[in-house]
């Protein structure tokens, strides 16, 4: 089927980013929008803007009843969920199918498969990866045994976890029980479901993903991405190419991808998530994110494919139009996120009106945002206010370029985090590359 | 229209090759202003208005449903802060604007109640902003008197979350 129109039930710079693919392709969009953001950038953008509910998303985004409500009553053909709220939730898939609307993402089953931690770890021992040694616990008394099984340090996973958000690293035994406890009820309030899990923690590991397109029977790599600038598990730089890693680490991570999306017979955009540990050089599988990703833009930039084009072609029913030879990889891409957050203070939230937006432009540069003069911030979602992102014909000279670019980043009436990027642009472990997560940790002490 | 990313690298190589280091252009759509960097910086600038108005239609299977939620949410929003401490009253605001909640999570108790004793560091609840938990702390120390927020009402950072009875030595 040919899609004619899209409900985008998301927000922010996602939204905006779709509806520019749309708008090449022919297609008509319509935004959902909670009453906070009728007057948004991307309602502007878009071709007819939808009010889903009040402000805050858990009566409005988070409403599966509501959203697809919308689509039917917009006369929508199709809806695209972006990342974060209903993105990889099955319900949404469900009542879509129930009502004859497209679902642009991966079947239910597979969503059931991939967003449920435990069956994830399982699908992917059984397509032969490699997973961090632990497992499920039944019984807090348990935990224990199998704690002294895994080696010390552990970290307590919620099994409906994602994003960063349901996990806790325990180094000293005495503890395990107590924040076990205190992860179930966090679990149980945050996600609904107050199941977690015992894995090695490791404290040397990179985060390096690689990006699949599937149409179901063809599975596709779009090469490595590392993510490994982190703070509490929330990305703030990616690049693509991942640097320092062996060609045969590389090529490896690439069949390990492959062959999980086979094993799902995935079919749309996804992620596998590795954890590599840099002492051994060992990877292991973390998770699948069944969802376009806030960072695909540099895996754009090295690939020159459009992402949401492609997701949108697979949701249609068409075969994937490219095979693995037709994707060549150039060049270096790096994104920074721009957070309205203070991180002076401690990254406080910084919402507000935004008084100046002055962006880089130019070769090599792309800025996904949803920000100009005069745009309010509200306080009820994330603080993502744009993305800045660089493709240079290597590394270095993609560092240059994101110097050069965070220089040209003026943005006045909220507090950003340009500033400490700029500082870790110029750090020689960050230049050199191949840093682990417990840098940016540490880089901030200083 | 929109203007895409190509868009704006191909003017600026335009602009580059005759060269120009301003454009400013606006339409009843949008407004755009590309700039060459100067001094130690290098490259372009662009700041972009979408002047568009949004095209909203109206949602009548949900809109009844819809009215109502927004409505209560409005008069919940909009509610003015209470009139002027009575003499002795300590005001207790907000760390930043957000989404208050009386409890550490759903269903729990509140971490304080009228009558409650609170130290300058003690916890009388938390301000959600930008899907982080920011604890409230009381900054002052006495009985809490009252109590002016309801629990998940929206605040601005100048609205009094509760009033402490100064406690005489």
């Known amino acids: 089927m040919t899609m004619r129109r899209l409900l985008i039930a998301n927000r922010g710079e996602i939204a905006a980013r779709i509806i520019r693919t749309c708008h090449r392709l022919g297609i008509e969009t319509v935004l959902a929008a909670s009453e906070a953001d009728l007057n948004s950038i991307p309602a502007r953008m878009a071709d007819q803007t939808?009010?889903?509910?009040?402000?805050?998303?858990?009566?409005?985004?988070?409403?599966?009843?509501?959203?697809?409500?919308?689509?039917?009553?917009?006369?929508?053909?199709?809806?695209?969920?972006?990342?974060?709220?209903?993105?990889?939730?099955?319900?949404?898939?469900?009542?879509?199918?129930e009502s004859g609307i497209l679902f642009i993402g991966p079947t239910e089953a597979q969503l059931d498969g991939i967003g449920d931690k435990l069956k994830a770890r399982g699908h992917a021992v059984a397509a032969g990866l490699p997973v961090v040694p632990g497992g499920t616990i039944d019984a807090v008394e348990d935990a224990r045994e199998m704690a002294e099984k895994i080696g010390w340090p552990v970290l307590v996973k919620a099994v409906s976890g994602g994003g960063g958000r349901g996990m806790k690293p325990v180094h000293d035994p005495a503890k395990l029980k107590e924040t076990i406890e205190m992860a179930m009820a966090e679990a149980s309030a945050a996600f609904g479901d107050g199941r977690v899990?015992?894995?090695?923690?490791?404290?040397?590991?990179?985060?390096?993903?690689?990006?699949?397109?599937?149409?179901?029977?063809?599975?596709?790599?779009?090469?490595?991405?590392?993510?490994?600038?982190?703070?509490?598990?929330?990305?703030?730089?990616?690049?693509?190419?991942?640097?320092?890693?062996?060609?045969?680490?590389?090529?490896?991570?690439?069949?390990?991808?492959?062959?999980?999306?086979?094993?799902?017979?995935?079919?749309?955009?996804?992620?596998?998530?590795?954890?590599?540990d840099c002492k051994s050089g060992e990877f292991f599988f973390l998770e699948m994110n069944a969802r376009i990703q806030v960072e695909h833009p540099v895996t754009e930039a090295i690939t020159g494919l459009d992402l949401v084009a492609e997701q949108i072609a697979v949701a249609e029913g068409w075969p994937l139009r490219i095979d693995q030879s037709d994707i060549g990889f150039s060049g270096h891409a790096i994104e920074c996120r721009i957070n309205a957050e203070d991180w002076t203070r401690d990254f406080r939230p910084s919402p507000g009106t935004v008084a100046a937006a002055v962006f880089p432009a130019g070769d090599g540069i792309r800025v996904d945002t949803h920000v100009e003069r005069g745009v309010q911030v509200p306080p009820y979602y994330d603080s993502l206010l744009a993305k800045v992102i660089v493709h240079g014909k290597d590394r270095p000279d993609a560092i240059e370029r994101m110097r050069a670019a965070l220089a040209n980043c003026c943005i006045e009436g909220v507090a950003t985090n340009v500033a400490m990027h700029s500082a870790l642009f110029e750090s020689p472990e960050f230049t050199k590359g191949g840093i682990d997560t417990s840098f940016f940790p540490s880089f901030l002490q200083r | 229209m929109l203007f895409t990313n190509d868009d704006i690298q191909e003017i600026i190589r335009i602009m580059d090759a005759s060269f120009q280091d301003e454009l400013h252009l606006e339409t009843s759509h949008f407004r755009i202003s590309l700039?060459?960097?100067?001094?130690?910086?290098?490259?372009?600038?662009?700041?972009?208005?979408?002047?568009?108005?949004?095209?909203?239609?109206?949602?009548?299977?949900?809109?009844?449903?819809?009215?109502?939620?927004?409505?209560?949410?409005?008069?919940?929003?909009?509610?003015?802060?209470?009139?002027?401490?009575?003499?002795?009253?300590?005001?207790?605001?907000?760390?930043?604007?957000?989404?208050?909640?009386?409890?550490?999570?759903?269903?729990?108790?509140?971490?304080?109640?009228?009558?409650?004793?609170?130290?300058?560091?003690?916890?009388?609840?938390?301000?959600?902003?930008?899907?982080?938990?920011?604890?409230?702390?009381?900054?002052?120390?006495?009985?809490?008197?009252?109590?002016?927020?309801a629990d998940g009402q929206s605040v601005e950072a100048d609205r009094v979350l509760m009033r402490v009875w100064q406690e005489t030595a």
């Open chain 1, 50 to 97: 939808i009010c889903i509910g009040p402000a805050k998303s858990a009566a409005s985004y988070l409403n599966v009843d509501l959203v697809v409500a919308a689509a039917v009553e917009a006369g929508a053909d199709a809806i695209h969920p972006g990342y974060g709220f209903l993105s990889e939730n099955v319900l949404l898939a469900t009542r879509c199918r």
């Open chain 1, 197 to 276: 899990y015992l894995e090695r923690f490791v404290a040397s590991g990179r985060h390096v993903e690689v990006q699949l397109l599937g149409d179901g029977k063809t599975i596709l790599h779009l090469g490595t991405r590392d993510c490994s600038v982190q703070r509490r598990y929330q990305k703030l730089v990616e690049e693509a190419p991942a640097p320092d890693l062996s060609d045969k680490v590389r090529a490896a991570m690439h069949q390990a991808a492959v062959d999980f999306g086979r094993h799902m017979e995935y079919c749309g955009l996804g992620t596998v998530e590795f954890l590599v």
């Open chain 2, 35 to 149: 700039r060459k960097a100067t001094g130690e910086r290098s490259g372009w600038t662009q700041e972009i208005e979408t002047l568009r108005k949004p095209n909203l239609i109206y949602h009548k299977a949900k809109q009844p449903e819809f009215a109502e939620k927004a409505e209560a949410q409005a008069e919940q929003d909009i509610a003015a802060n209470p009139a002027p401490s009575a003499a002795g009253l300590l005001d207790i605001l907000p760390p930043l604007l957000g989404t208050f909640y009386r409890s550490p999570k759903p269903g729990a108790p509140p971490f304080v109640e009228i009558g409650s004793k609170v130290e300058a560091d003690t916890i009388v609840g938390i301000v959600e902003t930008m899907k982080l938990m920011n604890p409230v702390a009381a900054q002052v120390h006495g009985i809490v008197a009252e109590i002016c927020v």
